[in-house]
């Protein structure tokens, strides 16, 4: 069992950005890895993965409200307008101006061009400010974090018990 846990990295979305992490106690107790879950040092390392998720999740919150604030004059899709935020900092590209303003599949506003412009430049700048690119950087960063801690400790955890 612990090998096959290992090969499958069973994992989770985070809502919104779209990012995989491995999967916590909750998400276990409810696969076929739940017996695993009897092993105090694996438990206790999956502690570690519900927390830095939190984390995430919180980060995620507090983009989700920098956001609003910044565009509460403008009608964007919120979710999607977090999504390519994250995206263009962490991963670049650009947004796509048409009819509405799209990044990958996701369309974050639609309406006249001069308002579609203004929140092209909001956008823009958005890209440059320290916070949101602080708090962009976090949420990747421990992204990155869970699963060094999947291929170290887990896997450390499984074998010691």
Not at 22 to 30: F, K, M, S, V
Not at 64 to 69: F, G, I, N
Not at 109 to 137: P, V, W
Request: hydrophobic share 35%; proline share 1%; glycine share 4%.
């Amino acid at each position: 069992m612990e090998k096959e846990y290992l090969e499958d990295k069973p994992s989770m979305d985070i809502n919104i950005i779209e990012i995989n992490v491995p999967c916590g106690i909750h998400c276990l107790e409810n696969s076929k890895y739940r017996d695993l879950l009897k092993n105090e040092n694996f438990r206790a390392q999956l502690e570690v993965v519900d927390s830095l998720t939190d984390l995430i999740n919180t980060n995620v919150d507090t983009l989700k409200r920098e956001l609003e604030d910044i565009f509460s004059n403008y009608n964007v899709n919120i979710y999607n307008l977090i999504y390519t935020i994250f995206r263009l900092i962490e991963y670049g590209g650009d947004v796509i101006i048409g009819n509405g303003i799209k990044y990958n599949d996701k369309i974050i506003a639609e309406g006249n061009f001069e308002t579609l412009m203004q929140i092209y430049k909001k956008i823009e700048d958005i890209r440059k400010n320290s916070n949101i690119i602080s708090i962009c950087d976090e949420i990747r960063y421990l992204e990155e974090a869970l699963w060094e801690h999947f291929n170290k400790n887990l896997r450390r955890s499984l074998y010691e018990s």
